[in-house]
């Protein structure tokens, strides 16, 4: 892989990129996109990303002002049942669920664009004991010895290009966006034993990470820690984001969630 970073054509690339840009993703099928992207990206580097036992991961969802929605059962904490995925996501696609978390609290928090004075549940989970999750990303801040200049400069214009597509803002009615990042996913990412798709945050670009698990290595792999009821008091003055906890879970009785207080 990294003979061809060092022998590709620079100019050939750019070229390709900007010809897959053309694409109308409205109309175009996940295969036409698929062999598109194949014919555009000849080669592509690949990381893994190795969570160990003990590893906090969190989501949050947000919650209406009279906590109406809290999260009561288990299934309120894992991912959505597979009929009620209705629409793609950043890695999956319809009828097709992922555990989308993330590696640190506050990612979570801009992603979801928690205001101050919104209440919210940011649900804490860790890798079991013994276990190790194992992620993959593709082309992003990418250290590897053995490219030469040009190698190199091939290497950082794909990373550029998967950048812009895993980090680009998707809202309701341009969910066909989202054709390209599942395409990648399951054309480079889905190594074997992975158990999840690591990609960079869109709203806490370059310094927070999603971590997409997949349905079966969440359940093999994951455990629910705790959900904490929150209300958000914004960022104080040196920049430290601040919240008002209410509400506690720490255990599971049954299918049903117990909260402390």
């Not at 999260?71 to 555990?99: C, S, Y």
Request: charged share 25%.
């Amino acid at each position: 892989m990294m003979h061809k970073l060092n022998n590709l054509d620079t100019n050939e690339l750019l070229s390709k990129i900007q010809e897959f840009k053309k694409i109308d993703l409205k109309t175009a099928t996940l295969e036409e996109i698929s062999m598109k992207i194949l014919e555009t990206l000849s080669c592509m580097l690949v990381n893994q990303s190795v969570f160990v036992e003990g590893t906090r991961l969190y989501r949050i969802r947000k919650l209406s002002s009279n906590l109406s929605n809290m999260p009561q059962t288990f299934q309120d904490i894992w991912h959505p049942p597979a009929d009620l995925i209705k629409t793609e996501g950043r890695v999956n696609l319809k009828g097709n669920p992922m555990l989308y978390t993330s590696t640190e609290q506050i990612t979570p928090v801009y992603e979801c664009d928690i205001k101050e004075n919104d209440c919210y549940a940011i649900i804490q989970y860790t890798v079991k004991p013994g276990q190790s999750l194992i992620g993959y990303t593709v082309g992003v801040d990418s250290k590897v010895d053995g490219l030469n200049e040009k190698g190199i400069i091939n290497n950082k214009i794909i990373e550029d290009f998967i950048l812009s597509e895993f980090t680009k803002p998707v809202g309701k009615g341009t969910e066909y966006l989202y054709k390209i990042s599942n395409v990648i996913a399951r054309n480079f990412m889905d190594m074997p034993f992975c158990d999840a798709y690591v990609y960079p945050s869109v709203a806490n670009y370059k310094k927070g990470w999603n971590v997409a698990i997949k349905p079966d290595s969440a359940i093999r792999k994951i455990d629910f820690s705790c959900v904490l009821i929150c209300v958000s008091k914004g960022f104080g003055e040196n920049g430290q984001y601040m919240f008002e906890l209410t509400h506690k879970a720490n255990a599971l009785n049954g299918d049903k969630l117990i909260y402390n207080f």
